[in-house]
């Protein structure tokens, strides 16, 4: 089956340290996302990417880097300069064109030890 | 700035009742989707809406789009336990750009 896979389910970050987040997609599209969602609020866009070897920062990109060097893969990091890490992480996909909705994975769960 | 708005953030309401949801956003766009999220738990896709006046149902909910006044309503028919869920709704920032604005969300709860 298609989906998205995203690991760990649960992450502790130590002080200063960085972490990456995985998200592997077999659905073969060209657009990847990362969201992050705080308690009882929506969803903010972190990264994007549309296409291979080429990424866009969102709305609150500070913190946080990417990379595309895969199709299937979207690794989002979570720098020691994001200083309030603790939330759930979404990763989606779509293709870039047409007009379906993104499938996301089932997330990850980030806090500060 | 493309923002979108939803209310009410929180609902409680009886099993066997209606009520509706509703989305403005402030900016033209050509696409909004509508999502379910249980608790902890990933997006799940519900409707996705093009055109203005474009209407889709799926058991008790309804999902309908007016492009003309920027609004997109999600109404419950005869609510059950089992639609308790937050529920969002997301726009194309722009004709193309594939980039999308998630609403606040409605923490849906029914009460049996």
């Known amino acids: 089956d298609g989906g998205i896979t995203q690991s760990p389910k649960y992450l502790f970050r130590k002080e200063g340290q960085n972490v990456t987040l995985s998200c592997e997609q077999n659905?073969?599209?060209?657009?990847m996302y990362w969201y992050r969602q705080d308690p009882g609020q929506g969803l903010r866009l972190i990264y994007y990417?549309?296409?291979?070897?080429?990424?866009q920062k969102g709305d609150i990109a500070e913190g946080y880097s990417v990379s595309r060097e895969k199709k299937e893969s979207f690794p989002l990091t979570v720098t020691s300069a994001q200083k309030n890490p603790t939330a759930f992480y979404l990763c989606?996909?779509?293709?870039?064109?047409?007009?379906?909705?993104?499938?996301f994975g089932d997330g990850t769960r980030l806090s500060i030890l | 700035e493309l923002k979108v708005e939803q209310n009410p953030l929180f609902l409680s309401m009886q099993e066997g009742k209606n009520y509706t949801i509703y989305c403005n956003y402030s900016?033209?766009?050509?696409?909004l989707y509508w999502y379910r999220q249980d608790p902890g738990k990933s997006l799940e896709s519900l409707f996705v809406?093009?055109?203005?006046?474009a209407v889709k149902q799926e058991g008790r909910l309804m999902a309908s789009l007016d492009t003309k006044a920027r609004l997109s309503t999600l109404h419950i028919t005869a609510a059950v336990h089992d639609l308790s869920a937050t529920y969002f709704c997301?726009?194309?920032?722009?004709?193309?750009?594939?980039?999308?604005?998630f609403g606040t969300g409605t923490r849906l709860k029914v009460l049996a």
């Open positions: 989606a996909s779509s293709p870039r064109t047409g007009t379906q909705p993104q499938h």
């Open positions: 809406l093009l055109s203005n006046g």
């Open positions: 997301a726009v194309d920032r722009g004709s193309g750009t594939y980039k999308y604005i």
């Open positions: 900016t033209t766009s050509d696409r």
């Open positions: 659905l073969n599209h060209d657009a």
């Open positions: 990417s549309q296409i291979v070897n080429d990424f």
